[in-house]
């Protein structure tokens, strides 16, 4: 994946920031029914308190809402910043002209009927681009923009009838208007509240992106949530996704579409077991993005991600008045792999002295303080030891049925101890009660009415701080996967990093290769360019050829077709293993005849190769159709379908993601002597798949699919040898002769 478009340029950031923070704001088809979808805007500016200039523009009305309105945009007195379009998609490219040679920075079209509808929408919406000109445009199909800090309610969702806006660190971007308007209601009943939030709908000209830029430089947000229905540029986010890791300003996303549906048929295993949901996982992970599985966790990750606590471990200390409450809490964060590990000795001592009520056990965790103890001083001060114990890392403060009684018994002393914790402090509301929920998230205390919303929130912390801690020693720059010439490997730093050129190796011109799927020779010389040995391998035409060449390998051999035609020659019966010479010429005369009958033109040869031992492992890469080149590493063989023990990356990889994403396959145990099996060569492996991924960007758009299956790994210094290969290029014209 290239590292995608350059920053945006001051110009187009400058109207972006008027877009969230307007000074001057037309409203065009302002209603002057202030319950219809084109009065609301003009009501929710005002009653939300926007300190802004409104122009209502309507020439039906000489006033609305108590403000002078405008017969038509080129009577305003001044030229706003904003233009929310609240007409139908009949008139709103040429309200959206007027407003472009006026010079408004930017405008918003409610309507929708444009891209989504078809290809009569979809002339309609490249009508409306043309209209805009200079001018950037939001939406079509948009729910406007919400700042909360500034009442600029550029909306008529219905969830702005929340008085007062929820106000808090949280940025939304949503592809889609209908959960702009979910969200901020959610968010604002439970206490949650948000910077600013926007739907960016069809997206004819302002993306996800865009605003994911403006946003990070935006002192008011410390989280951008994220709901997503695909990306227009995946290079271009993944810059900016780079970006807000390293200033620490993390990204959640809610990725919709999680089915296989939709992945092509594929020539190679890699195709088949990569999968557009997959592709996701592994790009979000890679670029250190939270993606939540469930929709209701992107706030509840959000809001624990947002309170500003570090989370430096995976353990956990649950302090509860009621038993089962702490256990399902407990269970529900173990499930996501964090700890609850009983107290210390220390710990236990001090507990002891404070849970002097019966039936109190100060030595297990969760700490139980029964209801018996329900008492505020013995909850703040039992919370207080938790936070100061080394032996947790987060604590979750569970709010039993006596809250309901008594609110201030737990809130008081969790918001007041909120106040100085330096580790993540985190309520969870057993009962149903919603105000004791708000009022807990308003005080910074991030609260849930779930133990599995607080779980993800756990795991997204934990997760958060091994990105973070990992991020000065591992290059998140593309392009960073192993060697620096061509094909040949660099010397190691004294970090033990190396790094990799982007480009092909000298003795390779990447113009000549045909498209189309390459035969074995040819996809082997090309991996072997880029510094991954094959096996020693002669090619023959006939039997007599094969007899030879396998006399001259010596041993036994391995016979197989040679075909651009074939791509799972196992699979097709056109792989032998463990022929002597004799065997080899005479099962070769046999393979022709059968592969003349059954696919007449497709047997190219036939190529006999040593035989090799080792430990098998699939390397490949697949084209998603969105975010572009993947890697695929896992155990190989023929099998490597059946047993789907697969980890998936981004081609800019570094060695050290490399090294994680073996250590990661279960069956990982077989290159480290699983049951006394010799030490596989993982470092000569770790080099193999960061040649791969060069050669992955470097045929960049014209590769369709790679693989090696198996790559055969040896014992410890001996290296790896590429045993199979195919490769699968799209046709370009004019690309010289064709390559042998």
């Known amino acids: 994946m290239a590292e995608g478009t350059p920053p945006i340029a001051a110009e187009h950031l400058a109207a972006l920031r008027a877009l969230v923070a307007p000074r001057h704001v037309a409203l065009v088809g302002a209603s002057g029914n202030p319950e219809g979808t084109a009065g609301r805007p003009l009501r929710y500016l005002l009653e939300h308190g926007y300190q802004g200039v409104i122009y209502p523009v309507n020439p039906r009305y000489s006033t609305l809402g108590g403000l002078r309105c405008y017969p038509s945009i080129e009577a305003l007195p001044e030229t706003p910043d904003v233009g929310l379009v609240l007409l139908g998609p009949d008139r709103a490219a040429a309200a959206v002209g007027q407003l472009a040679r006026r010079g408004t920075a930017a405008a918003i079209v409610l309507a929708g009927g444009y891209g989504e509808i078809g290809p009569e929408g979809e002339a309609r919406q490249r009508e409306l681009l043309q209209a805009a000109g200079p001018m950037r445009l939001l939406g079509p199909n948009s729910m406007g923009v919400v700042n909360t800090a500034l009442g600029a309610a550029l909306s008529p ?7 007062p806006l929820p106000r808090g660190g949280i940025a939304l971007i949503s592809q889609s208007g209908g959960i702009l308007g979910s969200l901020l209601s959610r968010g604002g009943a439970r206490g949650i509240g948000f910077s600013t939030l926007v739907a960016t709908g069809n997206e004819a000209d302002l993306e996800v992106a865009d605003f994911l830029e403006l946003l990070l430089e935006d002192a008011n947000t410390r989280v951008i949530a994220l709901y997503l229905e695909g990306l227009r540029n995946p290079a271009r986010f993944a810059r900016l996704a780079r970006r807000a890791r390293a200033i620490a300003k993390p990204l959640v996303a809610y990725k919709v579409g999680r089915s296989a549906a939709g992945m092509r048929s594929a020539a190679s295993h890699t195709g088949a077991m990569a999968g557009s949901n997959r592709a996701y996982d592994t790009y979000f992970r890679q670029l250190g993005v939270v993606r939540v599985d469930a929709f209701g966790e992107l706030l509840d ?37 964090i700890e609850a590990p009983p107290p210390d000795a220390a710990l236990t001592e001090d507990l002891r002295g404070l849970l002097t009520d019966e039936g109190a056990v100060a030595g297990r965790n969760p700490v139980d303080i029964t209801l018996a103890g329900l008492k505020p001083e013995v909850f703040a001060s039992a919370t207080a030891s938790l936070l100061g114990s080394p032996s947790y890392d987060a604590v979750v403060v569970v709010v039993g049925a006596s809250g309901l009684a008594s609110p201030d018994l737990a809130a008081k002393p969790l918001i007041e101890a909120g106040r100085t914790a330096a580790k993540p402090l985190l309520g969870y509301v057993s009962p149903h009660a919603p ?10 205390i991030p609260t849930f009415d779930s133990p599995e919303g607080c779980a993800a929130a756990l795991a997204a912390l934990s997760q958060v701080a091994r990105w973070a801690a990992a991020e000065p020693g591992n290059s998140a720059a593309p392009a960073s996967t192993g060697f620096t010439g061509a094909g040949e490997p660099s010397q190691r730093s004294a970090e033990g990093q190396t790094h990799v050129a982007a480009g092909a190796p000298a003795q390779l011109s990447l113009s000549a290769l045909p498209g189309g799927m390459l035969n074995e020779v040819q996809a082997a010389a090309v991996f072997s360019a880029f510094g991954i040995p094959g096996a020693r391998s002669i090619s023959a035409v006939d039997a007599a050829q094969v007899t030879s060449a396998a006399v001259t390998l010596g041993g036994e051999v391995v016979l197989k077709v040679l075909s651009r035609h074939i791509p799972h020659k196992s699979d097709a019966g056109g792989v032998l293993v463990g022929l002597t010479p004799e065997q080899a010429g005479t099962e070769a005369a046999a393979l022709r005849a059968r592969f003349e009958r059954d696919l007449p033109g497709a047997l190219e040869g036939f190529l006999v190769q040593e035989r090799l031992v080792g430990t098998e492992i699939i390397l490949g890469s697949t084209r998603d159709a969105q975010l572009g080149p993947l890697l695929l590493i896992g155990t190989g063989g ?13 081609p800019e990889v570094s060695p050290a993601d490399v090294r994680a994403a073996l250590e990661s396959l279960r069956g990982y145990p077989l290159l480290n002597g699983f049951r006394s099996r010799p030490l596989a060569d993982v470092d000569a492996l770790v ?9 992955v960007l470097a045929l960049g758009e014209r590769l369709l699919e790679a693989e090696i299956n198996p790559l055969l790994v040896l014992p410890a210094g001996q290296g790896v040898r590429a045993v199979d290969a195919l490769l699968v290029l799209s046709d370009e014209p004019g690309l010289g002769t064709v390559w042998p």
């Open 435 to 444: 105000d004791i929920l708000a009022r807990l998230n308003r005080g910074n």
């Open 301 to 337: 990750v959000s809001s624990a991600l947002a309170a500003g606590r570090p989370m430096q471990g995976n353990r956990l200390g649950v302090l509860t008045s009621t038993g089962g409450a702490g256990v399902l809490l407990a269970d529900a964060a173990g499930a996501r792999g």
């Open 638 to 650: 023929v099998a490597a379908e059946l047993l789907g023990d697969t980890v998936l990356l981004l």
């Open 687 to 695: 080099e193999a798949v960061c040649c791969f991924a060069r050669c």
């Open 157 to 163: 969702s219905g969830a702005l009838e929340a008085r």
